[in-house]
């Protein structure tokens, strides 16, 4: 399990991995992180802040495969001051959003140079945020209101495109995706 809890007399919050009792991730230098999205590997992506203005996704890759110790790295911007991991999976691919030298907010694909490596490269996939992604490299998230699919062979196209307009769904978040493609999240009938 990740995510984040308050440290003593609440003067920071910091990401954790619990797997049977609570390890404290650290902060990458700043006060705070936060963990958002866990492989079964252990690696854990999230985001830690610094100098309370800037925040940074970050990749914590243990020791090794679920080991309680580990590195954590910063995947950067993708030109902006901020960024947010939110999914990752067995490969290290974390999904997620930044912002660019415009200020502008988009979903990112981090892809490691090797599987669970802590080099790689943020690869912009257009506007929105980045939550769920799979064995594939297969993104879902949200762009304005509507839920979106990621594949590098299509490019970012709205899920509202894929299922039948009569249907009178509105289709808004991708929270989620499995291996077989398969999209859950929300929206509006």
């Known amino acids: 399990v990740t995510g984040h ?15 049977g009792a ?3 991730l650290g902060t ?3 006060l705070d992180s936060l963990g958002y999205g866990i492989n079964a590997n252990g690696q ?7 100098y309370g203005v800037e925040n940074h996704a970050f990749l914590w890759t243990p020791t090794t495969p679920n080991d309680a110790s580990g590195t954590m790295i910063d995947l950067g911007t993708l030109g902006g001051t901020g960024s947010t991991g939110f999914g990752i999976n067995a490969s290290g691919q974390v999904t997620g959003n930044s912002s660019t030298t415009d200020g502008d907010f988009r979903a990112f694909l981090w892809t490691p140079t090797m599987p669970n ?28 209101s509507h839920a979106f699919l ?13 299922i039948d307009p009569l ?6 978040f991708g929270a989620g995706i499995n291996d077989a493609g398969q999209i859950t999240g929300f929206g509006y009938i």
């Open 44 to 50: 854990v992506t999230g985001n830690f802040i610094l």
């Open 22 to 24: 609570m390890h404290d």
């Open 28 to 30: 990458f230098g700043g």
């Open 117 to 144: 490596g802590a080099s790689g490269t943020m690869h912009d996939l257009g506007p929105g945020i980045g939550i769920g992604i799979n064995a594939s490299g297969h993104v879902t998230g949200y762009t304005g």
């Open 150 to 162: 990621y594949t590098s062979g299509s490019g970012m196209v709205d899920l509202n495109s894929l």
């Open 5 to 19: 809890f308050a440290t003593p007399l609440n003067l920071s919050v910091h990401a954790f991995l619990y797997d």
């Open 167 to 172: 249907s009178g769904w509105e289709l808004q």
